[in-house]
């Protein structure tokens, strides 16, 4: 089960962090992944994070500006978002899978809403 957190309202150039809760699973074959849905638009694949070696991966979009995290003691996958744009509004959502953290294979929650206000 994966349970997101965080998110909020803020003004462009501002910075928010969003949390992502895992249970119910081992998690060391996993790569855990934020995704984003923007309103009229397909969900998109933010960034990722493998959860044995910690190795990143981010979308060209965000890259230098959002940072994925793990804790393997919390169980916890952690997206800080700095120098936030009009366009990263969103809902916000994590996922895993085997594979590198892209694909999102579990099924979705619901997801947290993200404003940047201009």
């Known amino acids: 089960q994966l349970v997101e957190s965080g998110g909020g309202w803020v003004q462009a150039g501002g910075s928010l962090r969003l949390s992502c809760a895992v249970s119910g699973r081992t998690l060391g074959n996993y790569a855990m992944g934020w995704f984003r849905q923007a309103p009229g638009k397909e969900r998109e694949f933010v960034a990722a994070?493998?959860?044995?070696?910690?190795?990143?991966h981010y979308a060209d979009s965000v890259r230098g500006r959002f940072t994925i995290s793990r804790d393997t003691a919390k169980l916890t996958v952690d997206l800080q978002m700095d120098s936030l744009k009009p366009e990263d509004t969103a809902v916000y959502y994590c996922?895993?899978?085997?594979?590198?953290?892209?694909?999102?294979?579990?099924?979705w929650g619901q997801g947290v809403q993200v404003t940047v206000s201009s």
């Open positions: 996922n895993a899978d085997r594979v590198d953290g892209t694909r999102g294979s579990q099924p």
């Open positions: 994070v493998a959860w044995y070696s910690g190795t990143t």
